[in-house]
């Protein structure tokens, strides 16, 4: 993604320019790493943190000193056929999420994956977007929007029509279709996304959307840059189960 979004354009790290009528959003993702995503078995839950009081944010935390990499792509296996819950306990309260493995089984996997190894524990909210479309997006750990957890997988369930409605789930990636990793954006309010090859969407948000309705409220101008949230929102951790 870049660092600007006039105009439904120019945005990558969620929008940027595709070809005269078509807008793309593009995150930036760093491909690579060394540590080997080795998965035996369905993860449970992740590190156990407090939530915040209703209503209220607590200040962030500091960035992972060292975020992990690993360079293999999860096997998919791990989510096929399988409806999960995630809840991202944030330092602004929880967000829960259902994830479809049934229909982006790969994008799944890769989220259960991470979050079991804890990939997203401090990782900050980098990126809001406010204008043209409507985005919150997440999973960085080095809080730059060029982070990403070593290895890139393909599109899935990208939906024809381009539209995609208030509570989607949805994974960011650069230009390179095959660049989904780490990286997520929760639509805060109806947006189109004419890119022809699309952005995956593997889940919904059901619980918690007022939270992400506050981050918007507050604007852009935060610490991270001019366009990180001006309310810092970070995951402190994220637990795992079958739905």
């Known amino acids: 993604m870049s660092n600007n979004n006039s105009n439904r354009a120019a945005v990558v790290a969620v929008v940027a320019v595709a070809a005269v009528v078509v807008v793309t959003l593009v995150i930036v993702q760093m491909l690579g790493g060394d540590e080997p995503a080795t998965v035996a078995s369905a993860p449970e839950t992740s590190r156990a943190v407090e939530t915040p009081p209703p209503g209220e944010c607590v200040d962030p935390p500091a960035l992972p000193a060292d975020p992990k990499q690993f360079d293999q792509v999860p096997d998919q296996a791990l989510a096929e056929d399988s409806v999960w819950k995630a809840t991202v306990t944030t330092n602004c309260g929880d967000?829960?999420?259902?994830?479809?493995?049934?229909?982006?089984?790969?994008?799944?996997?890769?989220?259960?994956f991470?979050?079991?190894?804890?990939?997203?524990?401090?990782?900050?909210?980098?990126?809001?977007?406010?204008?043209g479309i409507f985005v919150l997006q997440c999973g960085d750990p080095t809080g730059t929007g060029s982070g990403g957890p070593?290895?890139?997988y393909g599109v899935e369930n990208a939906p024809e029509d381009y539209q995609y409605p208030r509570g989607t789930l949805?994974?960011?990636?650069?230009?390179?279709?095959?660049s989904n990793g780490g990286q997520f954006f929760i639509v805060y309010?109806?947006?189109e996304l004419p890119d022809p090859t699309g952005y995956s969407i593997f889940g919904k948000v059901t619980e918690g959307m007022d939270i992400v309705d506050r981050i918007a409220e507050g604007g852009i101008g935060g610490t991270l840059g001019p366009e990180a949230p001006n309310q810092p929102i970070s995951i402190l951790g994220i637990s795992v189960e079958k739905a």
């Open 150 to 152: 070593g290895y890139g």
């Open 114 to 131: 991470l979050a079991e190894e804890g990939y997203w524990n401090d990782s900050p909210c980098h990126r809001l977007v406010t204008e």
């Open 189 to 191: 309010d109806d947006t």
């Open 170 to 178: 949805a994974m960011a990636r650069t230009q390179d279709p095959e």
């Open 95 to 112: 967000i829960v999420m259902e994830l479809d493995g049934t229909k982006a089984p790969q994008t799944v996997a890769s989220f259960l």
